[in-house]
């Protein structure tokens, strides 16, 4: 079955990047009817949508307005995952990070699996 | 931008019916999903497209829209199900296109 396994640093300093990468098994990052999604859920923001990056014909990348300016989320076809990068970090930005595939259902992606979920603290 | 409104929580009893409720402009016109949350875990799909379930989740979970409401119905309720429920929406017009609502948190009596 499909499963996502995500890594990173659970700590990042105020200014700096945080990144985080999600390992693809069982389907690939490259795939013409997934989305590969990274979503944040803190105690003030509740669940909140960060972006995608999906491959159609080309890879496309959609973005949330609140973080658009500093986040990248890239594939990486050769280890089938994708990554998030997240720059000028702040402590707003502390909270719990997954990763998930979006699938088409109806008129939008249902988030079908999740990654297990990483605690970032922003802290000096 | 979009909002989703949710109440925060429900209570039933065992054996009970659970209703959790999901209401917001246009909602009528998007598909609604629905998630369940345990703490310390991540969310697990349990509806989409506003009725169809993914497989494994029992036919208990079911959901249904009326108007610019959408509602997630648990049957027979287990004290298993006693968990945070997310509803979600894909707005394209949005400049937030995927939106979470608030949560609710079932309790079970």
């Known amino acids: 079955q499909v499963q996502l396994q995500q890594s990173g640093p659970g700590l990042v300093k105020p200014s700096q990047t945080l990144s985080l990468t999600c390992a693809i098994s069982?389907?690939?990052?490259?795939?013409?009817?997934?989305?590969w999604n990274w979503i944040r859920q803190s105690p003030s923001r509740g669940l909140e949508w960060l972006g995608r990056t999906f491959y159609r014909s080309k890879w496309l990348n959609d973005y949330a307005l609140s973080v658009k300016s500093r986040i990248i989320i890239n594939p990486d076809t050769s280890k089938n995952q994708f990554s998030l990068h997240l720059s000028s970090v702040t402590p707003e930005d502390t909270a719990v990070y997954y990763c998930?595939?979006?699938?088409?259902?109806?008129?939008?992606?249902?988030?079908?699996?999740w990654g297990q979920g990483t605690m970032v603290t922003v802290s000096s | 931008s979009y909002v989703l409104t949710q109440p925060p929580s429900v209570s039933v009893a065992p054996g009970q019916t659970a209703r959790i409720t999901c209401g917001g402009n246009n909602v009528g016109g998007v598909s609604v999903h629905w998630y369940q949350q345990k703490p310390g875990q991540a969310p697990v799909l349990v509806v989409y497209?506003?009725?169809d379930r993914p497989s494994g989740i029992p036919e208990r979970f079911s959901g249904s829209k009326s108007g610019n409401t959408a509602t997630l119905t648990i049957s027979r309720v287990e004290a298993g199900d006693e968990a945070d429920y997310y509803c979600?929406?894909?707005?394209?017009?949005?400049?937030?296109?995927?939106?979470f609502g608030g949560g609710t948190t079932l309790t079970v009596l």
């Open positions: 998930g595939r979006g699938r088409m259902a109806g008129s939008g992606d249902a988030l079908d699996i």
């Open positions: 979600q929406v894909w707005d394209i017009s949005s400049i937030h296109p995927v939106v």
């Open positions: 497209g506003d009725s």
């Open positions: 069982g389907d690939s990052v490259s795939s013409n009817s997934a989305a």
